[in-house]
């Protein structure tokens, strides 16, 4: 028994042990699982005081928005990229806008915005900001407008950025260095080789720094022309005779028109305004208006005709149009794009616009005579001249179908300046939106499209009587040509003159010039004897 009870005695007591060691590691296991509940379980995370977002990126700069989510001190900021400071403030409100424009194209770069003290001292920071720059150019170039000796670069941004620091390079060699005001540029770049390539890059500047660089522009500049030429002279009419105005059509009809007379079998005077040569001869011919004074053709079935209003040939007949009111005096010359977009100027400040449908008349802030009318290729740029005597002369502009008034000047009419322009204007010629030609009485300049008088002198002869300064036309920078009296013509190959005075030419005078492909065209009047004049026709053909 004594044994029985032990062994009985034991076993409870290993029972007990047992229990106890079961209750005290699920007590153990209990607070295990709490403590880990509780470290798993945190507070949620806390949102910093001071924010910074994107607004927007570009190639080479990004708008960020630093911002507070409360009223409380302080108020003042920093912002970081890449660990450097870039800018510091103090918000006016719970936004500040901030401008960095010191990035370059195709990079990576992260921000963070720092609360601060008075003291500097930094309470709280953003949550860190990462950016991407677009990879295209944020500078372009641009060129059009080539001549033989020169050419006009057009620098173009595509953004806001204020850091605006240009620098243009040719073959690598700067040739402008300087600051862009608006979102484009145009630098002439003269004194380049004839018929020669070249290449230009533009790099943009930001704190003396490179942060952007164009693609490459090659060009070649033009070859000068000929100034071989063979010349022939036509006299049309008898006495009482003159021609105005000239226009090439295509090869095989050109079409002068003046005021004409000639006599019939009977002996009778009978007068004419029109002339068309078919390549071999003349034919006299009429047109609805007794005395015709410009002709402005698109084609054989398309073409204007002025003298006391304007009327249109349309292949099938000639249409005149009421104009009083609009024209004050005669229509001296006509220019445009098409037959529903054309310009024409006339005597005492006359400047008009046709649309297809209506005459309409444009103030032209001027009484002085408009001689002569031209425009770029695109119709962007339009240019007016006119001289009268005892008036000013004028220089009227048109960009984006706004006409403005560029020169009126009495002041420097009997003065010679080759810097800028100076003489009365009788003609003005252009093709290109970034320059014009003007003739004056002194010279014939080439001015840029943002001047507003300097201009550069092209002739620059020592003798102002040799020059003519009855018209000026051409077909580009390498091939221009300007006539006059007496019987004087000159031509401008791009980098060098010839006038060609031809055998008993001393008493014409030239009033207009065409040109075409190698044809050139000259319209006047031949005074024979102080009573009689012809009209006169001079026809060139260049080799």
């Not at 601060?116 to 944020?138: K, M, R």
């Not at 006059?484 to 010039?513: A, E």
Request: glycine share 8%; hydrophobic share 35%.
């Amino acid at each position: 028994m004594s044994n029985l009870f032990k062994q009985c005695s034991s076993a409870v007591v290993i029972h007990h042990l047992s229990q106890l060691s079961i209750t005290f590691f699920t007590l153990l296991s209990m607070f295990l699982t709490l403590s880990c509940e509780e470290e798993i379980v945190q507070p949620q995370s806390r949102i910093p005081s001071i924010q910074v977002h994107v607004q927007s990126v570009s190639s080479v700069e990004a708008t960020l928005t630093i911002s507070l989510t409360d009223t409380m001190m302080p108020r003042s900021y920093l912002l970081k990229r890449n660990g450097i400071q870039q800018t510091q403030g103090s918000f006016t409100s719970a936004k500040a806008t901030v401008y960095d424009s010191t990035l370059r194209r195709g990079q990576h770069y992260s921000y963070r915005a720092y609360r601060v003290s008075e003291n500097n001292v930094v309470t709280d920071s953003s949550e860190l900001l990462t950016i991407q720059t677009l990879d295209s150019a944020s500078v372009k170039l641009k060129i059009e407008d080539i001549g033989v000796t020169d050419a006009v670069v057009e620098v173009m941004m595509n953004d806001k950025n204020p850091a605006r620091t240009i620098r243009l390079s040719r073959d690598g060699k700067q040739v402008f260095l300087g600051n862009i005001l608006g979102r484009d540029t145009v630098i002439l770049d003269q004194g380049l080789a004839v018929k020669k390539s070249y290449t230009y890059t533009a790099e943009r500047y930001s704190t003396a720094l490179p942060v952007d660089t164009s693609l490459s522009t090659t060009i070649t500049t033009l070859d000068t022309t000929s100034h071989n030429i063979t010349w022939v002279i036509d006299t049309l009419g008898s006495e009482s005779s003159f021609l105005k105005d000239i226009a090439i059509i295509d090869d095989n009809l050109t079409i002068a028109v003046g005021k004409l007379h000639r006599r019939n079998d009977k002996g009778l005077l009978q007068e004419y305004n029109l002339a068309k040569y078919d390549g071999a001869l003349w034919k006299l011919d009429t047109a609805s208006f007794i005395y015709l004074n410009a002709i402005f053709s698109f084609n054989s079935k398309d073409y204007w005709l002025g003298g006391c209003g304007p009327c249109h040939w349309d292949g099938m007949k000639l249409k005149g149009y009421y104009v009083t009111g609009i024209f004050n005096g005669c229509v001296n010359k006509f220019w445009g794009l098409s037959s529903n977009d054309i310009y024409a100027v006339g005597n005492n400040g006359t400047l008009a616009q046709f649309n297809g449908k209506q005459w309409s008349a444009i103030a032209s802030q001027t009484t002085t005579n408009i001689t002569d009318i031209s425009g770029s290729s695109d119709g962007n740029n339009i240019w007016a001249c006119g001289y009268q005597d005892f008036k000013p002369t004028v220089l009227l502009k048109c960009e984006n179908s706004v006409w403005t008034k560029v020169i009126e000047d009495d002041q420097h009419l009997f003065y010679y300046d080759a810097n800028e322009i100076s003489g009365g204007m009788k003609g003005v010629w252009t093709m290109s939106k970034h320059r014009v030609f003007v003739l004056t009485w002194f010279d014939l300049y080439m001015m840029m499209s943002n001047s507003k008088r300097k201009a550069t002198a092209i002739w620059k002869g020592t003798n102002p009587y040799d020059w003519a300064d009855g018209a000026v036309r051409g077909t580009g920078m390498n091939n221009i040509f300007v006539v006059g009296y007496p019987g004087r013509i000159w031509h401008f190959n791009g980098k060098t003159w010839k006038t060609y005075q031809l055998p008993n030419t001393s008493y014409d005078i030239l009033w207009s010039v065409s040109v075409k492909n190698n044809h050139i065209v000259i319209v006047g009047v031949r005074n024979y004897n102080g009573i009689e004049y012809y009209g006169v026709v001079y026809r060139g053909v260049m080799e």
